[in-house]
């Protein structure tokens, strides 16, 4: 888990739906697989591939809501490493009124759908083609993209 203090990302301000989500890989020093997360629901969703993730409560820190969000859905402790820069200071654009925060994080646990998922499947990095084949929610391929960045240039710094 991350240390967590006053969450500087309360950045989005009390219009807008916080979100977060988890880019979730075997190994934040060397990653080769990045799980990803079929939606169930709603219908608009369905089928579609997404980082596992989910609503900021009144209150709480983006980390400690991710964290609380991978305990829930996945049923795992999750470990948060660094955030995924977004190209604004509140993260990613989902919508108007929705922005999401990514953190690249590690669990040691076995991932299971419990929420809002029907299929999880470990995706291998070594191949970028297969993370972008997936059919991801529009909004966030671009993350996936900035995303496979940022792993290879992790893959390579170690």
Known sequence: MTETGPDTAD???PHRVRVVGAALVDDVRRPRRLLAA????P????????FPG???EPGESGPDALVRELDEELGVAAVLHEELPGPSPEGW???????????IATTS????????????????????????????IPADLPIVESLLERLA???TAR
């Open 38 to 41: 079929r939606r169930s629901a």
């Open 43 to 50: 219908a608009a969703l369905a089928g579609q591939w997404e």
């Open 54 to 56: 989910g609503k900021v």
């Open 109 to 136: 646990d076995e991932p299971a759908a419990l929420q809002d998922h029907d299929e999880l499947r470990w995706v291998d990095l070594d191949d970028p083609a297969a993370v972008t084949a997936l059919p991801w």
């Open 153 to 155: 240039a992790l893959r």
């Open 11 to 13: 950045r989005e301000g």
């Open 93 to 103: 654009p989902l919508s108007g009124t929705a922005v999401m925060r990514v953190w």
